[in-house]
C-alpha cells in the first residue's frame, strides 16, 4: 500500500493539536503546543529500516502524527501528563520516560504514546497500512530544555557519525542540559521569592499572580477583594501555601471558554481549600450559581456556556 500524506492529515494533526491546546488552555497555564506530521518519504524509510523489527514483534510505527507540550514552568508538566492522560487512552508500555540520574549528565525524555481517537483513525487511509498503528506521540518539554532538544536532535541524533570516539564533547553537550534543568527549577524559586515579597508589601494581586502563574483575563483583585485581604492578612499568608495543582485542576474542569478573572480563580481555590465565608461573601450572585453547581458533587460538572467575571 503506497502511503500519501495529504490535506487531510495535515487537517487532522491540527484538529489533534488544537483539542490539546485548548485542554492545556482550560487550565490558564502557559504553554505552547506545536505539531508534526511524518511525510511519506520519511515513514516509507522508517519501515524500510525496521520492516523486520515490526514484523518480528509484531509492532507498528506510532508516531507519524507528532505533538510536543511545551509548557514554562517545570511544575506544569506533571498537570499536563495527567490532562492527556484523562482525555487519551494512554499505552504505557510504548512510552519513553527517563528517570532523573543525580550521577550522569544526560537529557531525560518524557515521550508518551497515546491511542487516536476513532474521528481521527478513521478519516485518514494511513491507518490502514500494515505497519501504521492508529496512535500519536507527544513529547513534554519545558521552553528551557525545548531548545536544547531540537539542537541535539538535529546536530547529534541525525548525525551520529560526527560524533564517533568525542564522547567528552557529547558529555559536554548533555551538561548544557543539565543546566538547564537546574535554570527550570531555579525560576520557581524566583517567583517564590516574589510571591513572598509582594506579601510583606501587601501587594495582594501582584502576590496571588506570583504564586498562581497562569493567564488571567485581568491584572488585579476587584477593590472588594483587596479590601478583605487588608484586613486579614493572616488569610492573604495563607496564598503562599496554596495546593497549586490541586488549583488548577479544579479549574481545567470548568468550561474551556471561561474567562479567567483573578478575583474568579480566588473564589474557586476558596471553595476547594479554604472555606472562608469572607472570601465567599464576596461572590457575585452568577458566580455563586456557578461554583455552588460545580461543586456540589465530586463530580463537579460544569455548564457549558462562557462567562466574563
Given at each position: 500500500m503506497?502511503?500519501?500524506?495529504g490535506?487531510?492529515e495535515?487537517?487532522l ?11 492545556l488552555?482550560?487550565t490558564?497555564i ?11 518519504s ?9 520492516k ?5 514483534n509484531?509492532?507498528?510505527?506510532q ?7 511545551t509548557?514554562?514552568f ?5 498537570l ?5 492522560k484523562?482525555k ?14 543525580d ?22 487511509q ?22 536544547w532538544h531540537?539542537?541535539?536532535h ?7 557519525g ?9 558529555r ?20 517564590d521569592?516574589l510571591?513572598y515579597?509582594k ?6 494581586s ?6 498562581v502563574?497562569?493567564?488571567f483575563?485581568n ?7 483587596k ?16 495546593d ?16 479567567f ?5 480566588l ?19 452568577i ?20 462567562y466574563?467575571?
Open positions: 503506497k502511503i500519501e500524506m490535506p487531510t495535515e487537517r494533526i491540527q484538529s489533534l493539536a488544537n483539542d490539546i491546546s485548548d485542554l488552555n482550560s490558564g502557559f504553554n505552547r503546543v506545536f505539531q508534526r506530521l511524518k511525510s511519506s520519511s515513514i516509507e524509510k522508517k519501515i524500510n529500516n525496521k523486520n523489527q515490526y514484523d518480528n509484531k509492532k507498528k510505527m508516531d507519524i502524527f507528532g505533538i510536543r507540550v509548557v514554562y517545570a511544575d506544569d508538566e506533571e499536563a501528563i495527567n490532562l492527556l484523562n487519551y487512552i494512554e499505552l504505557p508500555d510504548d512510552h519513553s520516560i527517563d528517570k532523573f540520574d550521577d550522569r549528565f544526560g537529557p531525560t525524555r518524557c515521550n508518551m504514546i497515546f491511542r487516536l481517537p476513532n474521528v481521527y483513525s478513521e478519516s485518514s494511513v491507518f490502514n497500512h500494515t505497519y501504521i498503528d492508529n496512535t500519536f506521540e507527544v513529547q513534554f518539554r519545558t521552553v528551557f530544555s525545548e531548545g531540537e539542537i541535539e538535529d546536530l547529534r541524533y541525525k548525525c551520529k560526527d560524533w564517533v570516539a568525542e564522547n567528552g564533547l557529547s559536554q553537550l548533555n551538561r548544557q542540559f543539565a543546566v538547564l534543568q537546574s535554570c527550570d527549577w531555579t525560576l520557581l524559586k524566583v517567583f521569592e510571591a515579597k506579601y510583606k508589601n501587601s501587594e495582594w501582584s502576590l496571588f499572580r506570583n504564586v502563574r497562569i493567564r483575563s491584572t488585579d483583585f476587584s477593590s472588594e477583594v479590601d478583605y485581604l487588608n484586613t486579614n492578612r493572616k488569610m492573604a499568608k495563607n496564598l503562599l501555601k496554596i497549586r495543582i490541586k488549583l488548577l485542576s479544579s479549574l481545567s474542569q470548568l468550561t474551556l471558554k471561561i474567562q478573572s483573578m478575583d474568579l480563580v473564589f474557586v481555590l476558596n471553595r476547594i481549600h479554604f472555606q472562608n465565608e469572607g472570601i465567599k461573601s464576596l461572590e457575585s450572585e458566580v455563586r450559581q456557578i461554583l455552588d453547581n460545580s461543586f456540589s458533587d465530586e463530580k463537579r460538572i460544569f455548564e457549558q456556556k462562557t466574563i467575571m
